[in-house]
């Protein structure tokens, strides 16, 4: 079993996490200060344009090479998920994406549209464009995608307040591909109807206004997800790792760095936390409140016996955006 201080330097050194760290240099070359429309962008997991009564959301998401190369059936299916959840997070429903696709092999484009099909009926969010380089040096698959949330429904990272309960909630009935020993797949099996629902339970959330706070849980983990939300914030957090949701004998490193196929991490008043668990025990993803948000700038994680400093955002940086930094 591993300590609480090899957990924390396990989430630090993570590929999921360190690779983040560059986004901070793009983001301070094409500042959105000045612009009047953009309600919110670096730190979200989709920027929020005012279009008059709602505001429409856009992101998009680069499938990594070496996903692409391993198995290209699965980069074109999470091109879709990712993208997906990235609405979902901000309280939001998708409408449509594009993709950008380069090609070099026939076979791994025919993969990746078969994943990209999947994806597309899966969660019933259609591609309506894009672009294709067909005669590339290199095989890739890129997506954006938009959609829509009412103003007072939507969910921020970068608005997560000290007292805040910090509340779980994942579908923890998934697996892990052979080839992919970190992404713990569990939509692609499950009923589209259902899939559907759990994108929509944070929606809800957003319209019930639940939640202060909202990530989904990504490629740096749950932990690790959870530390961009409290680095855009300007705050702190301590969370009990022996209380996050799992499958059963899970093993605990390999499941806080986990790429959750359907979690997402919550920053909410105490009284409003079993609400959210319960929408989200409606669709079948089990949920806790792990932890509670502090003034501080530090993330601690615990097991109840030990404490660890994962993060500490007065030194470090996970992506170095902090729009509500104190």
Same mark, same amino acid.
């Given at each position: ?7 924390a330097?396990?989430?630090?050194t ?20 000045g ?55 901000? /309280?939001? %429903?998708a409408? +449509?994406?594009?993709? &950008?696709?380069?090609? $070099? !092999? ?6 990746? @549209?078969?994943?990209?099909?999947? /994806?597309? %009926?899966?969660? +019933?969010?259609?591609? &309506?464009?894009?672009? $294709? !380089? ?6 890739? @698959?890129?997506?954006?995608i938009? /959609?829509?949330?009412a103003k ?10 000290p007292?805040d ?57 749950s ?59 409606e ?15 530090v ?7 030990e ?11 996970i ?8």
């Amino acid at each position: 079993m591993a300590s609480i201080g090899e957990i924390a330097e396990a989430i630090r050194t993570y590929p999921g996490v360190t690779r983040k760290h560059a986004i901070h240099k793009i983001v301070d070359l094409l500042p959105t200060t000045g612009f009047p429309q953009v309600a919110a962008a670096e730190g979200e997991d989709a920027a929020a344009i005012d279009v008059g009564d709602q505001y429409i959301l856009f992101a998009a998401d680069g499938i990594m090479e070496s996903l692409v190369s391993t198995d290209p059936y699965y980069a074109g299916y999470f091109a879709v998920l990712v993208n997906v959840n990235d609405i979902a997070a901000m /309280g939001g %429903r998708a409408l +449509g994406m594009v993709d &950008v696709m380069s090609i $070099v !092999h026939g076979n791994v484009c025919r993969e990746i @549209i078969r994943g990209m099909q999947d /994806g597309i %009926r899966k969660f +019933g969010v259609p591609i &309506v464009g894009g672009h $294709v !380089h067909p005669d590339c040096h290199y095989n890739a @698959i890129d997506i954006s995608i938009v /959609g829509k949330v009412a103003k007072d429904a939507l969910l921020r990272s970068s608005t997560a307040r000290p007292g805040d309960d910090i509340v779980f909630v994942i579908d923890t009935d998934g697996f892990y591909p052979d080839h992919l020993p970190y992404a713990f797949v569990t939509t692609v099996d499950k009923p589209d109807e259902l899939v559907r629902a759990q994108m929509e339970a944070a929606a809800v959330v957003g319209e019930r206004h639940l939640a202060h706070s909202c990530k989904d849980m990504s490629n740096p983990g749950s932990i690790g997800t959870l530390g961009m939300m409290l680095e855009s914030s300007g705050v702190g957090a301590t969370v009990d790792v022996t209380r996050i949701p799992s499958p059963e004998n899970a093993d605990p490193v390999r499941w806080v760095l986990a790429y959750q196929g359907c979690g997402f991490c919550f920053a909410c008043p105490p009284e409003n936390s079993q609400e959210i668990i319960d929408i989200f025990e409606e669709v079948s993803c089990r949920g806790a409140v792990v932890g509670k948000v502090d003034d501080t700038s530090v993330l601690k994680i615990t097991d109840g016996k030990e404490t660890a400093t994962v993060f500490d955002f007065g030194t470090e940086i996970i992506t170095g955006c902090r729009p509500n930094a104190h």
